[in-house]
C-alpha cells in the first residue's frame, strides 16, 4: 500500500513539473521578435531592425539589455518593471506587451512603439 501511495505522489510531482514547464513555455509573448523583417535573421543597428527578445527573466532591445525585476497580467496585455542597462546607464522603465497572434504591441518605457511581428 505505502508504495503506491509513494508512487502516486511521485506521480503528481512529476506531473505538476510538465504542466509548469509547459506553461511557461506557451507563453504568448515569450521569443524574437522584429519591426523590420531583417531583424529576425540578424542583430540590426537601430531601433526599427533590432529584435526584440523576450525571456521569462529579460527584456533585449535595440540598446537595452533588461532584468524583469517585476511582471502582472492584465487582460490581454503583459506589464513589466524592468532595471535595463543602456548606453552606459541604469534605468528602471516600464513595458507593456500585447501578444495578438503573431504581432505585438509595444509601449516602452511610455512611449509605443510600431508593431513586432514574431520572427519564424
Known amino acids: 500500500m505505502r508504495a503506491v501511495g509513494i ?5 503528481g510531482f512529476t ?3 510538465f504542466a ?4 511557461s513555455a506557451a507563453e504568448p509573448h515569450i521569443g ?3 519591426i523590420d523583417p531583417s531583424g529576425c535573421r540578424i542583430d540590426g543597428d537601430t531601433s526599427a531592425t533590432a529584435p526584440l527578445v523576450v525571456t521569462d527573466k529579460s527584456v533585449k532591445w535595440f540598446v537595452a539589455n533588461c532584468s524583469i525585476k517585476k511582471i502582472y497580467k492584465a487582460a490581454d496585455s503583459i506589464y513589466i518593471q524592468a532595471r535595463c542597462e543602456n548606453e552606459g546607464g541604469m534605468h528602471t ?3 507593456s506587451l500585447t501578444p495578438r497572434g503573431d504581432r505585438l ?3 516602452w518605457d511610455k ?3 510600431p508593431e513586432f511581428r514574431r520572427c519564424r
Open 7 to 11: 508512487c502516486g505522489i511521485v506521480l
Open 15 to 17: 506531473i505538476v513539473v
Open 20 to 23: 509548469t514547464q509547459t506553461t
Open 32 to 34: 524574437r521578435w522584429a
Open 93 to 95: 522603465i516600464p513595458i
Open 105 to 107: 504591441t509595444v509601449v
Open 111 to 113: 512611449a509605443r512603439v
